[in-house]
RNA sequence: GCCCCCAUCGUCUAGGGGACCAGGACGCAGCCCUUUCAAGGCUAAAACGAGAGUUCGAAUCUCUCUGGGGGCACCA
């Protein structure tokens, strides 16, 4: 039934919400709730004409970072919103870059971030297989097809030969291109040498002249000059296919309808355009994202500065994010605005915020610099927000890591007290360990209360621990009357009195608020803590 | 060197000819609150790269320059 008032229609509210209506549908649904089953049924009929196939295909060469990540939240977001398929399809055709562990790690930190696929290597689907390395056959098929059409040709060079050619032409200050020896080869003649075993590759056949226009989503037609194109290798010597055909054809036989990339790509991204023509195919939408700049914003982030950024406990990479404390929510939210934005105030958004939200449209073409402080802030917010149980559950690992034996329980007690005071998970650790401690430790001089001898401190001590042994209703409101009620007839103020028993009963100059942690200890624990300060004192 | 992309506070961004002496957020600084640490509230400082043009009017459109970035492999 419906929820808004006045309106007497009879769908529910998730159905219209979720009928993958755009980012703008759900404002109209406010303006005009009576409307809402013409709005449905418009929804519906777009979102079925309209379900974008989008892909995100890393090879397996290390570990998942920043960019990655975003590009594919952003096709995950896509294809939620339109009721499309998202495919995970692994670039595996380099058999020397590949890393070991490298695949598995990288369903990992999707599965982390809540980016979950349709199809994949995994789980299948039906234009597979979804590894390139178990589709050699199809690009050799189709190179060959190019071949026949006489848009690709042999290419009998060696590789000695070639980097002659461009350090020849890089010395004539041209381009270092290929300089086409083999382009123009009677084909019967390249046939026989192919058939006799000759090593060979299979190059693209650039147009020589006019110009090549790339339609790109966020900056519109892209104009290349054709003779500024290589004739570009299609198929390696020892027959697997390069990025170029590869990818091309995938998207192709697995219908991809976007393309979401990093610009990276945009100046390869002619050629790619001409392979789709030369097929005779429809291109997919193209989509180029800007690239991520290091945080100081001059240039992008090298390895060796990648790993001086853990230094600084920060990290570029999914899986270091996990170790180090972040929320997924948080990392979601954050690369989610990096080069991406919905109004000029909302900033706060969870994944199925965002399935909602999303749009290329509002997509930002230029650079953007890594900020990690407002990472931090974004992993605050979502701390914020979680409750006992699941804050417990997700701070517990950290403490166990630290050789700490945790029960869940405690973990949840501990809870409401580091929520607002953490930034990232194993802060956790720092703040409230003292509370699992056998034993802890003070520095000779801490217990003191200022302008107070050792002696008075000792007596005012043990009223103090009188005092607590007469509490019989263990609550922090309980503690909180009682003890400053003894605080104000020893005329003390808070921060003399509170900040001696918050050095007795944990070591520390900060804590949590102090009866929170007495009520967290436990009435014997904080008696034992206490006694234990005064024979120091 | 050549090709391509980009250009608003330190950073992420809103803005798409008049509503802009430019709005939000992070960070930074100050104040309030306060038993510590936080959290929260308030306030401040902080930007349209430069020059031409179009226009009654330009952050917004055009051009040039400058700056920044990316790419030029039998990597992806």
Redesign the pocket.
């Known amino acids: 039934m419906c929820l808004f008032p006045g309106c007497h229609c009879h769908l529910s509210v998730t159905e219209a919400v979720h009928c993958s209506a755009p980012f703008w549908a759900s404002d109209w649904l406010k303006a005009y709730p009576c409307e809402r089953e013409i709005l449905v049924s418009i929804w519906r009929k777009m979102s079925q004409e309209n379900h974008y196939r989008v892909r995100f295909?890393?090879?397996p060469?290390g570990h998942v970072h920043l960019g990655s990540a975003r590009t594919a939240l952003y096709d995950y977001l896509i294809a939620k919103q339109t009721q499309g398929q998202f495919i995970l399809r692994i670039?595996?055709?380099?058999r020397?870059?590949l890393v070991e562990g490298a695949e598995e790690e990288l369903m990992n930190s999707m599965r982390w971030l809540g980016i979950d696929w349709d199809e994949g290597p995994d789980k299948g689907g039906p234009y597979g297989p979804y590894r390139?390395s178990e589709r050699k056959e199809i690009y050799q098929k189709f190179a060959h097809e190019l071949i026949e059409k006489d848009m690709a040709y042999y290419?009998f060079?060696?590789?000695e030969r070639?980097?002659k050619v461009?350090q020849e032409k890089?010395k004539d200050?041209q381009?270092?291109?290929?300089d086409g020896f083999c382009r123009n080869l009677n084909k019967a003649e390249a046939e026989e040498r192919v058939k006799n075993g000759e090593?060979?590759?299979i190059r693209f056949k650039s147009p020589k002249q006019g110009t090549t226009v790339v339609h790109?989503l966020?900056?519109?037609?892209?104009?290349?000059?054709n003779a500024?194109l290589?004739d570009?290798?299609l198929v390696?010597?020892?027959g697997?296919?390069?990025?170029?055909l590869?990818?091309i054809v995938d998207d192709y036989l697995m219908k991809v309808t976007h393309v979401i990339r990093?610009?990276?790509?945009?100046?390869?991204?002619p050629l790619h355009s001409l392979i789709w023509q030369a097929f005779g195919w429809k291109e997919p939408v193209w989509v180029?994202l800007?690239?991520f700049?290091k945080?100081?914003?001059?240039?992008?982030m090298s390895k060796r500065e990648a790993a001086d950024l853990s230094n600084d406990g920060y990290s570029i990479f999914i899986k270091d994010l996990e170790d180090l404390g972040y929320l997924p929510e948080a990392v979601i939210n954050w690369v989610a605005?990096?080069?991406?934005?919905y109004?000029?105030?909302?900033?706060f958004f969870t994944l199925d915020d965002l399935v909602e939200k999303f749009s290329l449209e509002?997509l930002?073409?230029?650079?953007?610099?890594?900020?990690f402080?407002?990472l931090?802030?974004f992993n605050?917010?979502h701390i914020?927000v979680l409750d006992d149980t699941d804050l417990g559950g997700r701070i517990q690992p950290f403490f166990e890591k630290a050789g700490y034996n945790v029960t869940i329980k405690d973990m949840e007690a501990i809870a409401p007290l580091v929520r607002?005071?953490?930034?990232t998970l194993d802060d956790s650790v720092e703040?409230c360990a003292f509370l699992f401690k056998n034993s802890i430790t003070h520095a000779p001089e801490s217990l003191a209360i200022e302008g107070k001898t050792s002696q008075e401190t000792h007596r005012i001590g043990e009223g103090a621990l009188n005092v607590i042994n007469r509490v019989s209703d263990w609550t922090i409101a309980v503690l909180?009357e009682k003890l400053t009620d003894y605080m104000n007839q020893n005329e003390l103020?808070?921060?003399e009195?509170?900040?001696f028993?918050?050095e007795a009963i944990s070591g520390?100059?900060?804590?949590?608020?102090?009866?929170?942690c007495m009520q967290v200890l436990g009435k014997e624990r904080t008696i034992q803590r206490v006694e234990e300060s005064l024979k120091l004192i």
Not at 295 to 300: A, E, L, T, V
Not at 337 to 341: N, P, Q, R, T, V
Not at 420 to 423: E, F, L, N, P, V
């Open positions: 295909a890393p090879s060469t670039e595996d055709t380099d020397k870059r390139q290419c060079c060696s590789s070639l980097s461009r890089q200050k381009l270092p291109h290929y090593p060979h590759v790109d966020l900056r519109g037609d892209i104009v290349f000059e500024n290589d570009f290798i390696k010597s020892d697997w296919a390069l990025y170029h590869a990818a990093g610009s990276e790509w945009l100046p390869t991204s180029h800007s690239v700049l945080p100081s914003g001059k240039g992008k605005l990096m080069g991406w934005s109004d000029d105030h909302t900033e509002k930002n073409p230029s650079p953007a610099a890594i900020n402080s407002k931090d802030y605050k917010q914020k607002d005071r953490i930034t703040k909180e103020t808070p921060k009195f509170f900040s028993l918050r520390q100059r900060a804590t949590p608020p102090l009866f929170d």
